[in-house]
């Protein structure tokens, strides 16, 4: 089994066609521009979507400890099953994440395989951290179901080699996050520093894998040219390794998608301050791969960048995803 947040279909940021994403839950990092904080802790809780809720106190009649989320909160566990989400008649309440077993996760996962083959696209496993779940990853990956579908993993590398060495023989492509050089300023902005990240990522290289790297640019963290530069040269250094097949090298702008799910959360929105990077900042930033001979680096994801740049503007920003149902 596998323990997630939801999936997401049609999607086409995460890999090459229309794939499906699979988020896990549970993260060894805690960037504080996360847009997917549901996805941190590995334990389930519950959202609380106030634009929902209508007062109708249903939740208290429910509750074990005669609580009304909308005024009290809740502090029940997964393992009574929240029974105040399960009369909640507006769907204003909803757990953060359960477990999956194999065979409903693969049907899922098999609804759009006329789209994989079509596109190039296939399944990708994000998270959170997929890779701290890796024994159950790799027995789902290997199943023989999914045989002939593309499937990548999404990590930040900040988990033993070991978990690598579990999914490597069933993934055909990792995304692998690179935010910066600077150790100090790694741990300063995700809680830990960058050393077993960039340590995975040289062994990655050596095992042939594609790999496309992506690195989020932070407006006032590592948008500097001195930080990204020095990515770029260590980037150069790894894909001039035998090897190595660093494909793409995706520069991914800041967004404020996410802004909403920490409110539902009842957390405080540590990126509020932040202005999402203008095209013209990100354009600048791709020169200095380019100069470095990186002719594979991009700006990813442009929907996004239009976004941000209507953003910058106004100030606003919602998140974007689609989550499915499994009744």
Known sequence: MLKITHLQRFSIHDGPGI????????????????HNPEAMESGIRLWHDKKQCIGCGSCRGNCPKGLFYGEDGCDCTAEEGFPCAAVCSSDALSPTGFWMEEDTLVRQLLRDGSHYGR?????????????????????????????????????????????FSEVIPCTEL??????????????????????????????????GKTIWVRIPVIPGWNDESREMEAVARRLRELSDLPQSRIERIQ?????????????????KYPAEDLTPPSGKKME????????????????GNHTTLVENDKTAEDGRGEENSRKENFS
Not at 142 to 157: N, P, Q, W
């Open 19 to 34: 794939r499906t994403t699979v988020f896990c839950k549970g993260c060894s990092l805690r960037c504080f521009w996360c």
């Open 119 to 163: 596109t190039g696209g296939g399944v990708t496993f994000s998270g959170g951290e997929p890779l701290l779940q890796a024994k159950a990853l790799r027995q789902m990956m290997s199943c023989h179901e999914l045989t002939g579908i593309s499937r990548a993993v999404d990590t930040a590398g900040n988990v033993p080699w070991e978990n």
């Open 174 to 207: 990792f995304l692998y996050d690179v935010k910066c050089m600077d150790a100090s300023l790694h741990k300063e902005g995700t809680g830990a520093d960058n050393g077993l990240i960039l340590e995975n990522l040289e062994r990655l290289c050596r095992t």
């Open 251 to 267: 520069l991914l702008p800041f967004h404020r998608f996410g802004r909403e799910k920490y409110v539902r959360l009842g957390l």
């Open 284 to 299: 600048e930033l791709l020169s200095l791969f380019r100069e470095a001979g990186l002719t594979e680096a991009e700006i």
